[in-house]
């Protein structure tokens, strides 16, 4: 197993003291306990610095002079001051927030200089006159390994190596009703000891409890804080989709107003009627010649933030599937000061953190709750996500049962260590790996245009017209691959690559291939790409007419609360008739389900949703359509496709949004949830 390197850089202005500091601190290092491979290298400049930060991912920890000079040429040698320690400091942050950084200082101005970087992102101090090298490498060793520490993933390796016989649940008990069948060993083969030895069960109290953790869960929990910049996180094991409705039934009442992206993912619309929020759907912008969702218009979202002040909270999607990212600043602040509090599914950016050229991400621009699926681009397993917290009206009783709502009593041990290892990496070398991943995707991108005939998307050719003005920017680690020109039509080449070339993409419009790059990518698997897409590209295949999907129908209204029609029992209706053409009884009536094609995934239907005959053609054409879509929500009664939908009877006894009926609810207060702190 490779052993870590750890390196700390001192920044000091004379050479002869810092050749005496890293002399002092190395040799400390060798006689002294060095699990983690830590050795001290230093520059003289705040600049060099700087440099040597952004240069060097196995950076763990920065010791800087607290008065940085230089000397001049000027008559007398005069010496001026290079850079406050105030400003270097604010700018190693900004640049690796993950650096511990540590000030020289002199003792008679503790006080002034504590006193200044109070507030800032500061470690600790040495003074500058004692020199007690193995004192500070100690120090530093100490944050390195604290920083690097797996409370959870360490205890469940511990207790795994007790081997303790289990008389609880799973029921393979470790794998021993596994191991020796004869129809089942395969399985326990295939998948390793390991694998059932650590899923274990609330029955182990030293593994702590994700619905109430107060040991290992939470001190991994507090970990994760720390490096996401949250003031609290919170493990999921069943992905952001549970992440989401926890903090949508979290944050609204009943009846009360939701501002959402419709491109939102399903389950924050799931959470709608979870929740019995009043929905306000924003429609996204279109690039219609890609069939690519973008943001909601910054337009958009500010008239809404001005039209709902009532509203208690507004969800966005950031970055998109495709790597469009808002800039979140001015619409957090627009939000907040309506009392409007923002969360954020960033399912697809948890990484951004650890690399400055992805920042600043969803917390840095003041959002109040962050969802990450940190199986989808760190090295978790699948279904682990993570709820970041900076919300400072937090009601912890009532998020927690919420959460405990939603969460198993079983939860899968495996995840929750997944989880506590991949922020551990992302700490200690997520700079270094985003920073091959980046140079991955400048190469791929070079050499997917090289073939001649497969082409890049870059952030002017995704963007539709109306957010080119947002601010809108574009994840480098989301490539999009305009195939139009290749003979293929997309299915035929999605075959192509998965049967021949053994290359699996992430999605795909009608004309376009999405790769999806992370810190597991290889420039071995870039290299096979490039190939298999070099010698695509040399068939020289004549070009094929490429069919544009039909773009979703706008959205109509929201006749009533998702929650109340969802929970109505409804009556199908097809949406054919007898003569198999497009059924003309379903418009004018309201939709009981959500329906939702994928791709693209958007929902063309909500429950409470007026039905219009051109979504019923809409959805009818998918149906047709050669290319295969799944769409969710469909009722088939024998192989006749229908919608369910509300019968005039619940239509009549339902409250229409606006109008107060004693069939349904009253709409809680605003604020109702603060009224329970």
């Given at each position: 197993?490779?052993?870590?390197?750890?390196?700390?850089?001192?920044?000091?202005?004379?050479?002869?003291?810092?050749?005496?500091?890293?002399?002092?601190?190395?040799?400390?290092?060798?006689?002294?306990?060095?699990?983690?491979?830590?050795?001290?290298?230093?520059?003289?400049?705040?600049?060099?610095?700087?440099?040597?930060?952004?240069?060097?991912?196995?950076?763990?920890?920065?010791?800087?002079?607290?008065?940085?000079?230089?000397?001049?040429?000027?008559?007398?040698?005069?010496?001026?001051?290079?850079?406050?320690?105030?400003?270097?400091?604010?700018?190693?942050?900004?640049?690796?927030?993950?650096?511990?950084?540590?000030?020289?200082?002199?003792?008679?101005?503790?006080?002034?200089?504590?006193?200044?970087?109070?507030?800032?992102?500061?470690?600790?101090?040495?003074?500058?006159?004692?020199?007690?090298?193995?004192?500070?490498?100690?120090?530093?060793?100490?944050?390195?390994?604290?920083?690097?520490?797996?409370?959870?993933?360490?205890?469940?390796?511990?207790?795994?190596?007790?081997?303790?016989?289990?008389?609880?649940?799973?029921?393979?008990?470790?794998?021993?009703?596994?191991?020796?069948?004869?129809?089942?060993?395969?399985?326990?083969?295939?998948?390793?000891?390991?694998?059932?030895?650590?899923?274990?069960?609330?029955?182990?109290?030293?593994?702590?409890?994700?619905?109430?953790?107060?040991?290992?869960?939470?001190?991994?929990?507090?970990?994760?804080?720390?490096?996401?910049?949250?003031?609290?996180?919170?493990?999921?094991?069943?992905?952001?989709?549970?992440?989401?409705?926890?903090?949508?039934?979290?944050?609204?009442?009943?009846?009360?107003?939701?501002?959402?992206?419709?491109?939102?993912?399903?389950?924050?619309?799931?959470?709608?009627?979870?929740?019995?929020?009043?929905?306000?759907?924003?429609?996204?912008?279109?690039?219609?010649?890609?069939?690519?969702?973008?943001?909601?218009?910054?337009?958009?979202?500010?008239?809404?933030?001005?039209?709902?002040?009532?509203?208690?909270?507004?969800?966005?999607?950031?970055?998109?599937?495709?790597?469009?990212?808002?800039?979140?600043?001015?619409?957090?602040?627009?939000?907040?000061?309506?009392g409007i509090k923002v969360v954020v599914d960033e399912a697809w950016y948890g990484f951004a953190r650890f690399h400055p050229v992805f920042r600043p991400t969803a917390l840095e621009a003041g959002a109040d709750y962050v969802?990450?699926?940190?199986?989808?681009?760190?090295?978790?397993?699948?279904?682990?996500?993570?709820?970041?917290?900076?919300?400072?009206?937090?009601?912890?009783?009532?998020?927690?049962?919420?959460?405990?709502?939603?969460?198993?009593?079983?939860?899968?041990?495996?995840?929750?260590?997944?989880?506590?290892?991949?922020?551990?990496?992302?700490?200690?070398?997520?700079?270094?790996?985003?920073?091959?991943?980046?140079?991955?995707?400048?190469?791929?991108?070079?050499?997917?245009?090289?073939?001649?005939?497969?082409?890049?998307?870059?952030?002017?050719?995704?963007?539709?017209?109306?957010?080119?003005?947002?601010?809108?920017?574009?994840?480098?680690?989301?490539?999009?691959?305009?195939?139009?020109?290749?003979?293929y039509t997309v299915e035929e080449l999605q075959r192509e690559l998965f049967e021949r070339y053994n290359i699996q993409v992430e999605k795909s419009t009608f004309n376009t291939l999405t790769l999806l790059?992370?810190?597991?990518?290889?420039?071995?698997?870039?290299?096979?790409?490039?190939?298999?897409?070099?010698?695509?590209?040399?068939?020289?295949?004549?070009?094929?007419?490429?069919?544009?999907?039909?773009?979703?129908?706008?959205?109509?209204?929201?006749?009533?609360?998702?929650?109340?029609?969802?929970?109505?029992?409804?009556?199908?209706?097809?949406?054919?008739?007898?003569?198999?053409?497009?059924?003309?009884?379903?418009?004018?009536?309201?939709?009981?389900?959500?329906?939702?094609?994928?791709?693209?995934?958007?929902?063309?239907?909500?429950?409470?949703?007026?039905?219009?005959?051109?979504?019923?053609?809409?959805?009818?054409?998918?149906?047709?359509?050669?290319?295969?879509?799944?769409?969710?929500?469909?009722?088939?009664?024998?192989?006749?496709?229908?919608?369910?939908?509300?019968?005039?009877?619940?239509?009549?006894?339902?409250?229409?949004?606006?109008?107060?009926?004693?069939?349904?609810?009253?709409?809680?207060?605003?604020?109702?949830?603060?009224?329970?702190?």
């Amino acid at each position: 197993m490779r052993k870590p390197a750890s390196r700390v850089l001192v920044i000091n202005d004379e050479k002869l003291v810092l050749r005496d500091l890293l002399k002092g601190l190395n040799a400390a290092g060798r006689s002294l306990d060095n699990p983690l491979g830590i050795s001290f290298t230093g520059v003289t400049t705040a600049r060099g610095a700087l440099t040597a930060i952004e240069e060097d991912g196995d950076l763990q920890a920065v010791v800087v002079d607290d008065t940085l000079y230089t000397l001049t040429n000027s008559a007398g040698g005069s010496r001026t001051l290079q850079m406050s320690a105030l400003e270097l400091v604010q700018r190693i942050t900004r640049l690796r927030p993950e650096l511990d950084v540590y000030i020289m200082i002199a003792q008679e101005q503790e006080d002034q200089v504590v006193d200044a970087l109070f507030t800032e992102a500061v470690d600790g101090y040495f003074y500058r006159e004692e020199r007690d090298y193995r004192g500070w490498y100690r120090i530093l060793n100490a944050e390195i390994q604290e920083k690097a520490k797996t409370p959870f993933y360490d205890q469940l390796k511990s207790y795994v190596l007790m081997a303790k016989d289990a008389w609880h649940t799973p029921g393979h008990s470790s794998g021993e009703s596994l191991r020796d069948s004869p129809w089942a060993s395969d399985f326990h083969g295939f998948m390793g000891d390991h694998v059932f030895d650590a899923d274990l069960s609330v029955s182990v109290p030293m593994l702590d409890s994700l619905m109430e953790p107060t040991g290992v869960i939470l001190e991994a929990q507090k970990l994760a804080a720390k490096a996401f910049g949250a003031r609290r996180t919170f493990f999921a094991t069943n992905g952001s989709s549970t992440a989401n409705k926890v903090i949508l039934q979290t944050l609204i009442a009943p009846g009360e107003k939701l501002l959402l992206d419709r491109n939102c993912h399903k389950s924050v619309h799931h959470g709608v009627v979870l929740s019995g929020a009043h929905p306000v759907y924003l429609d996204s912008s279109v690039n219609r010649k890609y069939g690519v969702y973008g943001p909601v218009p910054k337009r958009t979202i500010l008239k809404a933030i001005k039209d709902h002040p009532d509203a208690q909270c507004l969800i966005l999607t950031s970055c998109t599937y495709d790597g469009l990212r808002y800039d979140l600043e001015p619409i957090v602040r627009a939000a907040h000061a309506k009392g409007i509090k923002v969360v954020v599914d960033e399912a697809w950016y948890g990484f951004a953190r650890f690399h400055p050229v992805f920042r600043p991400t969803a917390l840095e621009a003041g959002a109040d709750y962050v969802t990450q699926s940190t199986h989808k681009v760190l090295s978790a397993f699948s279904q682990a996500s993570m709820i970041h917290v900076n919300d400072p009206g937090f009601n912890e009783h009532i998020f927690r049962e919420n959460f405990n709502m939603h969460t198993s009593t079983s939860p899968q041990y495996g995840i929750i260590a997944s989880l506590d290892v991949a922020r551990k990496q992302a700490v200690m070398e997520g700079y270094k790996l985003l920073a091959r991943t980046l140079q991955l995707s400048g190469e791929l991108r070079e050499s997917i245009n090289a073939t001649g005939v497969f082409r890049v998307l870059e952030l002017e050719d995704l963007l539709p017209d109306e957010v080119k003005k947002d601010g809108v920017r574009l994840d480098p680690t989301k490539v999009t691959v305009d195939i139009s020109r290749c003979g293929y039509t997309v299915e035929e080449l999605q075959r192509e690559l998965f049967e021949r070339y053994n290359i699996q993409v992430e999605k795909s419009t009608f004309n376009t291939l999405t790769l999806l790059l992370t810190i597991g990518t290889t420039r071995s698997k870039v290299s096979r790409l490039y190939d298999a897409l070099m010698r695509i590209a040399r068939e020289g295949r004549s070009l094929r007419r490429i069919y544009r999907a039909p773009e979703i129908p706008g959205f109509t209204e929201l006749r009533f609360l998702p929650r109340d029609a969802f929970y109505c029992g409804g009556e199908p209706v097809p949406l054919l008739d007898e003569q198999e053409k497009v059924n003309p009884v379903l418009a004018g009536r309201v939709c009981a389900d959500q329906i939702v094609p994928y791709p693209p995934g958007i929902p063309v239907l909500v429950p409470g949703q007026l039905i219009t005959a051109e979504i019923v053609q809409y959805l009818v054409g998918l149906l047709r359509s050669q290319k295969r879509v799944e769409i969710h929500g469909i009722v088939y009664d024998g192989y006749l496709p229908c919608l369910r939908v509300l019968t005039p009877r619940e239509e009549k006894d339902l409250r229409k949004l606006g109008i107060t009926c004693a069939t349904s609810p009253v709409p809680a207060r605003r604020g109702a949830r603060k009224a329970l702190r």
